[in-house]
């Protein structure tokens, strides 16, 4: 069974920095992409960066480009997410899944809160 | 980047009748769409890719159709666990992105 289990999330000041963190079993983790999907309190989803099996690749959304570094750590089976320059409107679940076809498995989600 | 349109914003509706989603583009994705559902305080859960297969373990109650900009989520029979809010999202291009979804409320 694929587990995800999302950490790190806290409370932080705008301009601060915080790393999640996204421990994954169940499957061959360096065989599959992973990404971070974010949800605002009340609003929709929004797709933040995604990752390569191997971690050659690389996605972002714009409005995280430069501040978020997404990267993985196959013998760990483990999924990171380095946020700098963190803004109010970053403050969110954040969410990590599978990428399979689509993104098939997910996390139970961390809470990021960018408040002074 | 290619915006999803979902309408309607609310679907009130009983248990046993059909629910119609849809799901607009504004530009085509071929076959690159897919749903999920989300209930209040759980991360998604997904249901459809390729616009019209089920994933495993999705009952076949959920069928998804259409191509290009155009795409419906159909519940045959809604079951008291359907009611939660959909999401349709494109994954033929960078950046991913989810329409606004579908809340599917008890009548």
């Known amino acids: 069974e694929v587990q995800l289990l999302e950490s790190g999330g806290d409370l932080v000041q705008p301009g601060g920095s915080l790393r999640l963190s996204c421990a994954a079993s169940g499957f061959t983790f360096s065989t599959y992409g992973m990404t971070w999907v974010r949800q605002a309190p009340g609003k929709g989803l929004e797709w933040v960066s995604s990752?390569?099996?191997?971690?050659?690749?690389?996605f972002y959304a714009d409005s995280v480009k430069g501040r978020f570094t997404i990267s993985r750590d196959n013998s760990k089976n483990t999924l990171y997410l380095e946020m700098n320059s963190l803004r109010a409107d970053d403050t969110a679940i954040y969410y990590c899944?599978?990428?399979?076809?689509?993104?098939?498995?997910w996390g139970q989600g961390t809470l990021v809160t960018v408040s002074p | 980047e290619i915006v999803l349109t979902q309408s309607p914003g609310t679907l009130s509706l009983s248990p046993g009748e059909r629910a119609t989603l849809s799901c607009r583009a504004s530009?085509?994705?071929?076959?690159?769409l897919a749903w999920y559902q989300q209930k209040p305080g759980q991360a998604p859960r997904f249901l459809i890719y390729?616009?019209?297969s089920r994933a495993t373990g999705i009952p076949d109650r959920f069928s998804g159709s259409g191509s290009g900009t155009d795409f419906t989520l159909t519940i045959s029979r809604l079951e008291p666990e359907d009611f939660a809010v959909y999401y349709c999202q494109q994954y033929g291009s960078i950046p991913r992105t989810f329409g606004q979804g579908t809340k599917v409320e008890i009548k």
């Open positions: 990752i390569s099996g191997s971690g050659d690749r690389t």
């Open positions: 530009q085509s994705v071929n076959s690159n």
């Open positions: 899944a599978k990428i399979g076809v689509c993104y098939d498995s």
């Open positions: 390729g616009a019209s």
